[in-house]
């Protein structure tokens, strides 16, 4: 077993890389309030456009000129901004300031400044929670593994560890810990800076001397400078938050990988310098059991920016039946020091995803599940199959198993799953569902005879009895297996050929995807859904696809 450096090492390593990690996300949320900044003041030049302002204007002109009234403006830019929101809060948002503001044609300079100045705030909101979300997520399934693999480094030997579940994940991220979770604080972040930003604005408006200052500032087109200085507290906040949060989301993921790999208790680690806080100091060397953590009270992080973490207790003798085997020779599964991470999550990850023809909410389908046998016997099927691969001894292959699986899943939702030597067309894997079950499972142990020896060299088929084209799930499978490529045969008699790209995504964030583009404002079809997700991730992550037609 390593020494204690080791653990201290690769437990700074990794808080050090997942606050790397935030660097991009927190440049593209600063540029999003720098962005916010010139749409502000573009807005209230246009709310008091055409206005021939003077100077010394009392606060009762002032307050008669905020209460003319002028065009809805607001009312169309939040209409144009709708389909381009992600977040779902922001949407709901969005949708319920759009209802209040239908029937108003007219509103006056304040109801517009302070429409404006929140509808912007929100937008800043979507980008923020979109954009961090995506960077927790991401932080809290690299922590998850990369902590099970600097430990099973550490004690030389590998233990199966279960997929991190989407469920887990967004359980982490939602877990409201120091009195709310991400999503609040970025809500209540932005509800406080529209507040001060309409209290500015308008106090400005309404008092002579500053009035002044505004009119000019207004005519100038330079009004940037009067809402700089909170947008930089928002910025700063937004900057913490993102900091604190990775933190947290970290500390949660490792935590919980310990926890899976039999680790009872873990020792808080403080990065011991200058600028180490009092309570990190205090700290620093503790022994805390897994089961009585409280984070921000004996675990990290204890504060906003904490650069502290914890290194497990290592009981090698509560580590005997967690070490994995090997079936053949009953020897213990060794991790050597230079295994890579890659081969490491290939060899000890174990899986739950399956080549799946539906999505993980609900069934969606194009048509029925009935194959007209007549067609997938005829000519114009099989010449499909004749550009498959170079190899027709292959091809051939590929269409005997695509017809098998059709006869034998016609009038049913079952799938059938063909896994073939790439070179010579040799059936390596058969597996079947259930009589109405879509999806195919296929186990590690089942999995584990074929992973080496034929990695980057295995064609994979299944049919889809709800007609679709390929989905989430079989993208994610072709990459977690590494096929050479995949086939999916439709019962309607499609052939599509796929293959998963160089960046790994979760089957969710494809399906969730499709579920956008089913409903509003977008509203389209199953068929037209899906095809725009497998373009988007064609060039998001590099999936490659196409139909083979006759």
Known sequence: MRSKTYWENRAESRVHESQK????????????????????????????????LKNGLDAAEAKRILNQKIPNFVYKAMLKLLPKVQSKKVQNWLKARINAQAYKARITRAEALKESIYMQLKMLADVELTKSEALYLDTIEESYYKTAFDFQKGIGYGMYVAELSEKTMKGILANPWSGGNYSNRVWKNTDYLAECLNEIVTSGLLSGKSWTKMSKAIQEKNLVKTIQGEMDKGKFAAHRLIRTEVAYMHEQSSLLSMQDNGVEAVEILATLDKRTSQICQ??????????????????????????????????????????????????????????????????????????????????????????DLGYINSAEFRKKFSRITNNSKVNDAVRRYAIAMLTHRNGTDGEDLYIIDAETGELLIRKNSGKNELGVELTVEEFIPFKEKYKNNMIAMHNHPTNLYPTGSDFAVSGYRRYKFGIVVTHDGRVFKYRHGDKPFLPSIFDKRVDKYLTEPYNLGIEKAHLRVIEEFKKEYGILWEEIKS
């Open 21 to 52: 990690n935030a660097d991009q996300t927190i440049f593209q949320i600063a540029a999003a309030y720098d962005q916010a900044v010139q749409n502000l003041n573009a807005d209230i030049e246009n709310i008091f456009a055409n206005l021939q």
């Open 282 to 371: 205090k700290k620093d060397g503790d022994i805390v059991p897994i089961d009585e953590i409280k984070i921000g009270v004996n675990h990290p992080p204890f504060h906003p920016h904490c650069r502290s973490t914890s290194i497990p207790v290592v009981d090698m003798a509560g580590m005997g039946t967690r070490i994995a085997r090997d079936p053949d020779t009953g020897e213990n599964y060794k991790v050597p020091a230079n295994m890579k991470y890659e081969e490491w999550k290939r060899t000890f990850v174990k899986t739950d995803i399956s080549e799946k023809g539906s999505y993980s909410q609900g069934i969606k389908r194009i048509g029925n599940n009935i194959v």
